[in-house]
């Protein structure tokens, strides 16, 4: 991926020199983004519920399905032989990315969402009983919840949540009034879906370390937006969807500790999973296998490793700068724009814009927008009680990537300003 270096003028005025990414040169590997939708040029913004697809990833799906594919693990032959390998350096390339010590310490699953089910049940229900507390914040996606509060109805268990701010942002000082000898688990996002607010984590698990509890931090929105080290944060548990990561459907992953990873109950049994059975008795394979029963999305898989070659490609840290330098402009048209409320504020954000115009539906914001070819989301974005906390039935949420431009941002603020005018 070519990067070239421009002079740009700083915020306050001076001119320092950055890296910046060839932004023609990187939507050019990205077909979708040349579609036409209702006769105009689509402007994708809603990359948060699933980012687009570089050609590369799209050949290395090819090249496997057409030259490669065999089921793993369980044949000598050469393509079940090659398959294998190419989903173990699939791994390997995620402990690099997550920056995790071992490879065993990656399990492949479906997604974000049922890799925090699998904690839920591997770690939840073995070391999670009756009157003991779980620690959620109010900026949970779904995912994030629901699984939690099966279990607390399970076992009998309690959910305590973190309150937020009027900006977004968590309220440390609650936090940590919230650990008392109970509290046996700490269940966080690192960056919120509905607002963009980039979490503390690094604290917040360090002061969950301090009172002996575990954390689980649910990256869907933080992987394809910031460079991540899970030995530096110290989490225990870290999980992020391949399809948020210009990767496939059907492919997420779950970090652990080996020594947690290896105190839990699978999450499912059959297949591979194994070392022996009998009818009397199953013993367990190894971590990280012991979480992978069945056949597993074996394509998806390396898929998510070639999306993490094109992503390191380019450089997480200058995806990361030249993503803030989206965001800063659209907050600042839009939040320019008489009758339209930001939602979501907080200090330090990610890639998200949610917002509401005043005296119009989210959903007609988003019918609107859609005629002129522009993608964005509206909705509870599974994250009902950020709504209820804001008031709010719904927002209209512009969610941005590394090959979306300041032009596709003046194309919505147009569209916004159109829906003003058809509307009010
Ligand atoms: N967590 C967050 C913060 C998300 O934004 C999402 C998806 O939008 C999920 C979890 C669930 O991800 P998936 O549907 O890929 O399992």
């Not at 399905?65 to 369980?74: D, F, K, M, P, V």
């Not at 071992?102 to 009756?130: D, P």
């Not at 279990?151 to 309690?158: F, M, T």
């Amino acid at each position: 991926m070519k990067i070239e270096r421009m002079a740009v003028e700083g915020m306050n005025g001076e001119r320092k020199d950055i890296d910046r990414m060839n932004i023609e040169r990187i939507r050019a590997d990205f077909p979708i983004l040349n579609l036409q939708v209702s006769g105009k040029p689509l402007v994708y913004l809603d990359n948060a519920a699933s980012s687009q697809m570089p050609q590369p990833v799209i050949d290395r799906i090819v090249r496997y399905q057409s030259q490669e594919h065999a089921n793993i693990h369980r044949a000598v032959h050469h393509l079940s032989e090659l398959a294998t390998k190419e989903f173990e350096a699939a791994r390997i390339k995620v402990q690099h990315f997550l920056k995790a010590k071992e490879s065993r310490e990656i399990i492949f699953t479906r997604g974000t969402t049922e890799a925090i089910n699998l904690v839920m049940h591997g770690y939840g229900r073995a070391f999670i009983g009756k009157g003991d507390e779980i620690i959620l914040s109010a900026l949970e996606h779904h995912s994030n919840i629901v699984p939690w509060q099966m279990l607390a109805q399970e076992k009998g268990a309690v959910l305590r949540v973190i309150p937020m701010n009027d900006a977004g942002e968590l309220l440390i000082d609650e936090f940590e009034a919230l650990f008392n000898s109970k509290t046996k688990f700490l269940a966080l996002s690192h960056v919120s879906n509905a607002l963009g607010t980039v979490n503390p984590v690094k604290e917040m698990i360090a002061y969950a370390h301090h009172h002996g509890v575990p954390v689980l931090i649910d990256g869907a929105q933080a992987a394809p937006h910031l460079s991540l080290d899970v030995r530096d944060l110290d989490c225990d548990f870290y999980a992020f969807s391949g399809h948020k990561l210009c990767g496939p459907t059907g492919i997420g992953v779950l970090y652990g500790k080996a020594q947690l990873l290896e105190k839990m109950q699978p999450y499912q049994g059959g297949g591979d999973m194994i070392l022996s059975v009998t009818f009397e008795r199953t013993t367990y394979n190894v971590i990280p296998y012991k979480f992978e029963a069945g056949t597993p999305p074996i394509m998806a898989a390396i898929a998510l490793g070639a999306a993490i070659d094109y992503l390191n490609g380019i450089g997480l840290s200058k995806i990361e700068a030249y993503e803030k330098e989206l965001l800063d402009y659209a907050t600042e048209r839009v939040s320019a724009l008489a009758g339209v409320r930001i939602i979501g504020t907080a200090r330090k954000k990610a890639a998200v814009l949610s917002f509401e115009i005043k005296g119009v539906h989210p959903h007609d914001v988003g019918t609107i927008l859609n005629e002129d070819g522009i993608a964005i989301r509206t909705g509870h974005h599974c994250a009902q009680p950020v709504m209820q906390r804001f008031k709010v039935p719904a927002t209209a949420r512009a969610s941005f990537a590394f090959y979306n431009t300041k032009e596709e941002i003046d194309k919505l603020v147009d569209g916004i300003r159109k829906v003003q005018r058809m509307f009010i």
